[in-house]
């Protein structure tokens, strides 16, 4: 394809004999004998060249070449000028010219100027390029980055996490042989106990002192017990019976046990739980205890009144369930410990709670998370997969 040459002079023989000449070496002219009307040609044909008289009516050649360099940065510019002073040649330059031919020129000077300025703009564009691909690879470079470190920390997350389930298996693994021994050696000298307080009861002579004495050691010995059970259900499965239940039932059914509770404590409740809700297999007793044990500690924090939504969703694969309550929250330093088994804040709790929620959970291969903002309130999620 032919270079496209722009001639802007008011001179007509200028114009007639640039145009010969130029057309003879193989350039396609235009030729126009005014700046404005070069405007609209190089608008309209993007001359790579444009070759203007220094000296011309309405607008001047030093005018129009800024004009043409700030609008058409691709069509570079000779001037034709009849001044050959050193000012004049800089005054071209820094306004942009490419190069600068007095008149009289001669035919072979034309050409040569021209195709010198024409491989430089050449050069001068593939650089262009060069540099906006250069640009664009380290955009590319710059998103595989972010791209890598996303991934990078979504991992880490995922690690994270998976070494904290590790450290939670083996806890609990450690607990079972542990709370499966102390149980065996410390019921033994509790039923001694139980035994002969029994027997001090019996030969009481109805003195009402002692016989308060015999039911306060009785009952204190039930108590450790119930504590021995809880602790041998945070690692050890109680027996249990397999089949079908409605999880929104489950659900229904112990929020129905908080009812008084909730009340008392001017808590409000928001449920959703669809009509149909989907159906699980498991125990329906160990399965309700996960959601025992997390209204009750969303009530616990809600002493003074709150909210406590309770939510239901599901896909074709598992069950989510939402608790979340509107308490004072978790501090952040205690959200990797709430699992552990005898950790708790409360006064009087004994730290199995959460325990026994995790090992149920992870028992029917679901998944737990909480988040906690201080002040703000509690979210536990429970993914559980359905039948």
């Known amino acids: 394809m032919r270079e496209k040459l722009l001639v802007i002079d008011d001179e007509r023989m200028i114009l007639d004999l640039t145009s010969m000449v130029l057309n003879s070496r193989g350039f396609e002219v235009i030729a126009v004998d005014n700046a404005l009307d070069g405007y609209i040609a190089i608008q309209r044909e993007k001359p790579a060249l444009a070759l203007l008289d220094y000296m011309m009516p309405k607008v001047n050649g030093l005018d129009a070449l800024k004009e043409i360099r700030s609008r058409f940065p691709e069509t570079y510019v000779i001037m034709f000028t009849g001044k050959g002073s050193e000012e004049v040649a800089v005054e071209l330059m820094k306004a942009g010219a490419s190069d600068y031919i007095r008149k009289p020129f001669s ?3 034309l050409v040569e100027r021209i195709e010198t300025v024409l491989h430089l703009r050449s050069i001068e564009l593939h650089n262009k390029e060069l540099l906006l691909e250069r640009e664009r690879l380290l955009e590319e470079i710059e998103r595989w980055n972010r791209e890598l470190e996303e991934r990078v920390s979504i991992k880490s997350v995922e690690l994270e996490r998976a070494h904290h389930e590790i450290l939670q298996s083996e806890k609990l693994a450690a607990l079972g042989h542990l709370s499966a021994g102390m149980a065996h050696e410390i019921r033994n000298p509790l039923n001694s106990i139980s035994l002969f307080a029994q027997v001090m009861r019996a030969g ?30 945070t690692s050890k499965r109680s027996p249990y019976q397999l089949r079908a239940i ?14 008084e509770q909730m009340k008392a404590q001017n808590v ?33 924090e809600m002493k003074t009144g709150g909210a406590l939504t309770v939510k239901l969703d599901c896909d074709d694969r598992e069950a989510l369930i939402t608790v979340h309550d509107t308490g004072s929250g978790i501090p952040k330093e205690h959200l990797n410990e709430i699992f552990d088994p005898f950790f708790t804040t409360k006064t009087k709790g004994t730290g199995f709670g959460l325990s026994v929620v995790l090992r149920i959970v992870k028992t029917y291969s ?12 509690t979210t536990f999620r429970v993914w559980l997969p359905l039948a």
């Open 107 to 109: 035919n072979a000077k």
């Open 204 to 233: 009481s002579n109805d003195d009402p002192e002692m016989i308060t004495y015999s039911d306060k050691i009785v009952n204190e010995v039930e108590r450790i017990d119930e504590i021995l059970v809880k602790l041998l259900s």
């Open 366 to 377: 679901g998944r737990i998370e909480v988040e906690s903002t201080p002040d703000v309130g």
């Open 246 to 259: 409605n999880l929104g039932s489950v659900i229904e059914k112990r929020l129905r046990s908080f009812e």
């Open 268 to 300: 409000a409740l928001s449920k959703s739980l669809p009509t149909q809700t989907p159906t699980i297999l498991a125990d329906e007793e160990e399965l309700g205890q996960i959601f025992s044990n997390l209204f009750a500690n969303a009530l616990f």
